[in-house]
């Protein structure tokens, strides 16, 4: 079809906003997340969300991008190197080998935010702890040797993409990828000072919910952008991820009502994460009712699964694993359920509740343990060797000062009293 593809403007600007919305999602992770902490490690949380737009995006056009998308199609297990150094990545050149109606550079530019939010993803997770040297040069190492393989397997027309897996806008390349490397470094860093005996709880609830809304908002683009145009499956991928977002939050209300008696607002905001997560390999496959009930699916069953860390024991701080691991699986195996042809041609083999057979599902369910398996390996290899070399970890006395005053010599909140709230 070479020759068959133009630039369209109206493609080109749903996705200069698709970008511009997935870039703000990021800082509204940090929110998110930095609402969690305690006073003390706020402005921590904040800095490496926020590090990742700078060192990811450079990291992104120099090598990474070649490695996700170079030789497109291939089937392989890793990309080349012809797009190193922005090598062939403007205006004029590459998307018609990618069949594309927008700039070579926007899709560029559009995955790059990709590659930005997802190692920031597992901030979470390993919270009021991660000495911030160390954690620059974990996620420099994760995008090489992690995050740009499972995208070019997927995204990149890889061997899962050759296999017949489906993932519309990253549940085995953002969301089972970050949750499974998220698992790996806590098992490295160890337990929090205190955990579980002490109580942990979040000093700005109101920023984790500002945080929610800036996600959710910006996940129409994560979502609907992957369409990479403004057309018919865009909207149904818009449609779809506030459906699932809204019933994620339903189920996980649902969830600790019937169990603790009351609703509560962080269980309001992680619930709608969780509906979110769940729907992002489903956005642009699935129609009808299907979103409702893959959120509502999400939503219990990842409230559910963050109870597991009480159970075996690992210290997964704000929920990472619970939440983006258990939600990116859900997404990906119920769209083994769900995925109809007549939603996107691009289904090629239909779900079992829409006159398909298992084909589907035991890719989905491939895909999904490939990744998982790959990344929990390679990021636990990464932090080890990095723990080997000049530690991972902060001091006790660091973690009991806070990442804030001992990473970064600064302090979030100042009430005329130096100090005061250095220890909260």
Avoid at 32 to 55: E, I, S, T, W
Avoid at 283 to 310: E, N, S
Avoid at 377 to 401: L, N, Q
Wanted: charge should be neutral; include cysteine; glycine fraction near 14%.
């Amino acid at each position: 079809m070479k020759g068959c593809f133009v630039i369209d403007s109206g493609d080109t600007a749903w996705m200069l906003i698709s970008t511009g919305l997935v870039l703000f999602m990021t800082p509204g992770l940090a929110f998110f997340y930095g609402g969690m902490v305690r006073a003390k490690n706020v402005l921590g949380m904040l800095m490496q969300n926020f590090f990742a737009m700078g060192l990811m995006a450079i990291l992104w056009v120099t090598i990474a991008f070649s490695l996700a998308f170079g030789n497109f199609g291939d089937g392989g297990f890793i990309g080349n190197f012809d797009f190193a150094w922005m090598h062939n990545i403007n205006a004029t050149t590459g998307s018609e080998a990618f069949a594309l109606t927008i700039p070579f550079v926007l899709f560029c530019a559009y995955q790059m935010t990709f590659a930005v939010i997802t190692p920031a993803l597992i901030t979470g997770a390993t919270a009021d702890r991660f000495k911030f040297k160390a954690y620059a040069i974990f996620i420099a190492i994760w995008l090489v040797l992690v995050y740009a393989p499972v995208a070019h397997w997927v995204f990149g027309g890889g061997w899962l993409a050759k296999l017949g897996a489906l993932d519309f806008a990253g549940g085995a390349v953002v969301h089972i990828n970050a949750g499974a490397a998220a698992l790996a470094v806590i098992l490295v860093l160890g337990k929090r000072k205190g955990w579980p005996r002490e109580g942990m709880h979040p000093h700005n609830l109101p920023f984790t919910l500002l945080g929610t809304g800036i996600l959710w908002f910006g996940w129409f683009g994560f979502n609907a952008g992957s369409a990479l145009g403004a057309n018919g499956i865009a909207a149904t991928a818009l449609m779809n991820t506030f459906l699932a977002a809204s019933a994620g939050m339903i189920g996980w209300l649902l969830f600790e009502r019937i169990k603790d008696g009351k609703p509560t607002t962080l269980g309001a905001a992680s619930g709608a994460v969780a509906g979110l997560v769940a729907i992002t390999p489903c956005a642009g496959y699935v129609g009808g009712m299907a979103p409702i009930l893959i959120g509502l699916a999400a939503g219990v069953l990842c409230v559910f699964a963050i109870q597991l860390k009480f159970k075996f024991g690992y210290d997964d701080s704000l929920d990472v694993v619970g939440v983006h691991l258990v939600g990116g699986l859900v997404g990906a195996l119920l769209l083994g359920f769900f995925a109809d042809a007549t939603i996107n041609p691009a289904v090629k083999n239909k779900g079992l509740f829409v006159g398909g057979d298992a084909k589907l599902l035991w890719y989905q369910f491939v895909a999904s343990g490939v990744t998982l398996v790959f990344s929990f390996t390679v990021s636990f290899i990464i932090a080890k060797v990095i723990d080997k070399c000049m530690g991972i970890r902060v001091s006790e006395e660091d973690e009991f000062e806070g990442l804030d005053l001992s990473q970064h010599a600064e302090s979030a909140y100042s009430f005329g009293n130096t100090g005061s709230m250095d220890r909260i």
